[in-house]
């Protein structure tokens, strides 16, 4: 494919083991910056990003580990999905996370072996920088659509930087926390976080690409 954003589309997977290097900030805000090109109707441009790096972000690290393991969370801001979600969400859900158990070697009922996969979101992977993406308290449908442009173009443009990341709602149950720790007030909805860093190549983990549906599973022509 000679198509060079379509190629960076297509290289983009999430990566969940990054090398123990500083992210520079100058990159994070250039990445930023050009992803605030994403369309959003009428221009409303609806999102808030915080970034954390260094200390700040290993003080939350371990203030989170700690409320993970009391069972401790907050709760989610929004919605994520149907409810009841329908069957074929729920396999496809099923499907991505037994391949990716299956890829670490870790059986169906290795129940401990499963929640330590789950811990490594609050650890946010090892990434050195996490970004938080806020929209206003009661956002609706169409700002959330708006907010997933954004968070695309976040995506490519740190491939594009030779970086990866992985979008995470899982840290979301903790919105209270983060927004306690940041000094942020409860008029922002946390909608999900995003571990930056450079993808260790070498990671296992790091090969994993979920399989996609087939053109025909979700497009047709009109007739
Ligand atoms: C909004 C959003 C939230 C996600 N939350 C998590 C998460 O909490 N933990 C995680 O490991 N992956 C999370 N993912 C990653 C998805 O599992 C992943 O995008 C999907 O399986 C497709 O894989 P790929 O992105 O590697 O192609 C999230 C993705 C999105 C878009």
Known sequence: MGNS??????????????LDRPVDRE??????TVASNAASSKNTQPWQVVALDGN??????????KKHDAGDFDGLDYTYTLDPEPDTFKARARDCGYKLFEL?????????????????????FGAPVVLFFFLPAGAERGNFLDMGQFLQNVMLGLVSEGLGSCPQVSVAAHGKTIREHLGLSDE?????????????TQALINTYVPTRLPLDHYFKWAK
């Open 188 to 200: 922002l909805w946390l909608v999900c976080g995003l571990s930056v860093g450079v993808p260790d």
């Open 27 to 32: 990159v994070i805000e250039r990445v930023l």
């Open 104 to 124: 670490k070697g870790i059986g169906r009922d290795d129940v401990a072996a499963r929640k330590a996969h789950g811990r490594l979101n609050w650890e946010f």
């Open 5 to 18: 954003i379509l190629n960076t589309i297509k290289e983009r997977h999430c990566k969940r083991a990054f």
């Open 56 to 65: 700040t972000l290993n003080v939350l690290r371990d203030l989170l580990l």
